[in-house]
């Protein structure tokens, strides 16, 4: 059996190679990094934003339980259902009989990393029930029965012609007729319209996720580019909400920075174009709106993070992606080399929390520990740092190989005195000299074959600096 | 006259000397009593940073006891300075030395943040007639907040034009075990800092971590590449007579 590591390795050595895909990603990443500068020209003070951002998170995670208790009373004194789901079976389970109970047959989704996160769709499909997509990023995806590549722009590694190739392989109906080479993209996205109409008005569900749970009001506030989201709250009969318990903010003024620096973090933008609040099924002095209105409270293991006072601030994430947009290593392996629900650098961080150290410590290790991700955070998660507390958890839970813990002895006894040192680096650069000048270089028979695997074979000098040093007296 | 003890990193020691060389030639230029404690051995970070935080402690015990009677510590590399000044307290957390790390801290700077911040000093006497480009390697630019010191240093050398390359704070993929862990991904970063250097036009690219440079390095010379790397301080080496004389030593090493 492949473990993940051994998985995320052979994608690295596939992907870096995957020109097209990097292209791709860089060239929406120069996109993403000009409106990015632009959006932050609102803010007087964008780092002031961002430490309001973090305060507004510690408290709400700080008071968990008390913002989540007045949430719910809220929304249980409006007719809403509120269902506390530990785990991802839980909340699979409790979408899934309501969805039977009720008798749909097709449910229509906004886009929610956190329905990816439980494997929601799949539990559905099982069921027969139909489940689209509604987000055209996702709906791209979903067509190619890929998970998202990106937690914003799931289709970031596609390029107009690959979803004008796909749109006519799976949409032939929707597409207009003649247009065979057609890839114009209000074309494309006419198409998917006329597609998603369909399931708009055929489904009795509608299934979101939620950027934040308002707890004074009671509401869960969604943010989208599309009106999806509006569409498929209002249409169908019934509305679930999925959503992660430390979503929660305390206060509806919370959002007059946090709507405006989510937007901004995310996709550059001074806002978002549709942000809306619910907090409830349709009143009886209301036109519209569902019947029934559910909100799904998922933990999922964020209680454990929960308790982890180092890391707790990783909860703070609002899943703009902008870490991943920062991370070069998410730009040369992209989305899908992690195999995870989360990449880049908050995947790295969270996955080994949600989904065990042992199996998902190698995306910790995975890092230049380069910082990017950390200084662009709007909510101030120290990324990087905490890649360093995953690996140091993983040294002290003995999840390393044998042969990198007694690396690492040696490496301290040679380490505790100079003589010791200078003698290991003066055998060590004259047997890589000598096998050098037997031209072994770069060869599986070099001694530093896991750096020349790559790079040219360094010209490894015949003196130390210490030795050097010496001779010249210090001068 | 300000008394400087040089850090010379172990990769530095072992791997690229003369880097050490010409960071002791330059602080004397600027006026510093240097002295090499020989006892020194490694900071301590690739144990810390790939998570061995117990073999990486007594090393950095070493390093602290080394180091005990130093003015200033002065080092041609971010990442060691990072590791000293804001891994140590960490690492020591709970232990008597803690404070003995704190102390530290304060007192070993980076090469370049010496100079313009400690000694003052913007203008060295360097001389080097070429273009150079500057990568801002990670740990001296998002750790330590180092961006103009080196910037400013470069200016100020005779004959040198800096020129600013794309993306200039990207990560290389250097990342120390990083960079054989996962060669390939480190070797496609690599490969992007390389293609920017390329399109900028600079004949050089200098930076202030060697470690980044000998990376960099074996990137450009496997694709054949133009762009030769240099170590700050080996450019702030070089005066007007100086630098032809290492000129001159090198067209007669390759002359043999």
């Known amino acids: 059996m492949t473990t993940p590591a051994q998985e995320f390795l052979r994608s690295a050595t596939q992907e870096t190679a995957n020109q097209p895909t990097r292209r791709a990603i860089r060239h929406a990443v120069d996109q993403y990094d000009a409106a990015v500068q632009r959006g932050r020209r609102q803010f007087v003070d964008w780092e002031a934003g961002r430490q309001k951002c973090y305060e507004i998170k510690w408290e709400a995670l700080n008071h968990l339980d008390q913002y989540l208790l007045e949430f719910e009373k809220h929304v249980k004194a409006r007719g809403g259902h509120v269902f506390w789901a530990e785990t991802a079976e839980d909340a699979r389970r409790y979408v899934a009989d309501l969805a039977t109970q009720r008798g749909v047959r097709t449910i229509v989704k906004s886009k929610s990393m956190v329905t990816e996160e439980i494997h929601l769709t799949p539990a559905l499909e099982r069921l027969g029930i139909r489940v689209f997509e509604t987000d055209l990023g996702e709906f791209i995806v979903q067509l190619r029965n890929e998970p998202p590549f990106h937690i914003v722009t799931p289709a970031m590694h596609l390029t107009r012609a690959d979803i004008a190739k796909l749109f006519h392989e799976k949409l032939a109906d929707a597409m207009a007729s003649g247009s065979s080479s057609n890839d114009d993209p209000p074309e494309l996205v006419a198409a998917a319209r006329r597609a998603l109409r369909r399931a708009f008005f055929s489904a009795e569900m509608g299934i979101t996720g939620a950027n934040f749970l308002v707890a004074d009001a009671g509401m869960i506030a969604i943010t989208t580019n599309e009106g999806n989201d509006r569409l498929g709250t209002a249409v169908p009969r019934i509305h679930v909400a999925i959503v992660g318990i430390e979503k929660v903010i305390p206060r509806l003024e919370n959002l007059a920075v946090l709507w405006p620096v989510l937007a901004t973090a995310g996709t550059g933008q001074t806002i978002t174009c549709y942000n809306s609040l619910i907090g409830g099924p349709r009143a009886p002095d209301e036109v519209d709106g569902p019947e029934e209105f559910h909100v799904v409270l998922l933990d999922n293991g964020r209680t454990d993070l929960l308790a982890d006072a180092e890391q707790r601030e990783v909860l703070h994430c609002v899943r703009c992606g902008s870490c991943l947009n920062a991370c070069p290593v998410f730009r040369a392996v992209g989305g899908h080399a992690y195999h995870t629900t989360y990449s880049g650098p908050i995947g790295s961080v969270l996955t080994p929390h949600l989904r065990g150290l042992n199996e998902f410590q190698h995306l910790s290790y995975a890092s230049s520990l380069c910082g990017a991700c950390t200084s662009v955070c709007p909510v101030k998660i120290d990324l990087h740092h905490h890649l360093l507390h995953n690996r140091r958890n993983a040294v002290q839970a003995g999840d390393r190989p044998w042969h990198e813990r007694i690396g690492f002895q040696l490496w301290r006894l040679t380490m505790a005195g100079s003589r010791r040192f200078a003698f290991a680096g003066w055998l060590g650069r004259t047997a890589t000299r000598i096998l050098y000048a037997l031209g072994l270089a770069g060869t599986p028979l070099d001694p530093l074959r896991p750096w020349t695997k790559y790079r040219a074979a360094p010209a490894v000098p015949q003196k130390s600096f210490r030795a050097t040093w010496r001779e010249s007296g210090g001068r | ?256």
């Open chain 2, 1 to 256: 006259m300000q008394k400087v003890s040089l850090f010379i990193p172990c990769f530095v020691d072992q791997l690229t000397p003369a880097v050490g060389m010409d960071v002791a030639r330059v602080l004397r230029r600027i006026g510093c009593e240097i002295d090499f404690p020989e006892a020194q051995t490694c900071c301590g970070q690739p144990a810390f940073n790939t998570g061995y935080w117990d073999d990486a402690r007594p090393v950095a015990e070493h390093f602290l006891r080394v180091f005990r009677t130093a003015e200033a510590v002065v080092c041609p590399s971010g990442s060691c300075t990072t590791m000293v000044r804001n891994f140590y307290p960490e690492l020591l957390a709970g232990t008597p030395l803690v404070d003995e790390a704190k102390s530290m801290g304060s007192r070993v700077f980076e090469f370049s943040e010496f100079l313009v911040k400690v000694a003052g000093v913007t203008d060295v006497g360097a001389h080097f007639p070429h273009r150079v480009a500057f990568h801002d390697a990670c740990h001296g630019l998002r750790e330590l907040h180092i961006k103009q010191e080196p910037r400013e240093l470069l200016r100020h050398v005779r004959g040198l034009e800096l020129v600013e390359m794309a993306r200039s704070e990207e990560c290389c993929g250097f990342g120390g075990t990083f960079a054989t862990k996962f060669g390939m991904i480190s070797a496609a970063m690599g490969e992007t800092k390389a293609g920017n250097a390329e399109a900028s036009s600079a004949e050089y690219l200098v930076s202030t971590d060697p470690s980044c440079l000998l990376h960099i390095d074996g990137i450009l010379r496997r694709r054949d590449s133009g762009v030769r790397t240099i170590h700050l301080a080996s450019i702030l080496a070089r005066t007007e007579v100086a630098g032809e004389r290492v000129e001159s030593a090198s067209r007669a090493r390759s002359a043999e």
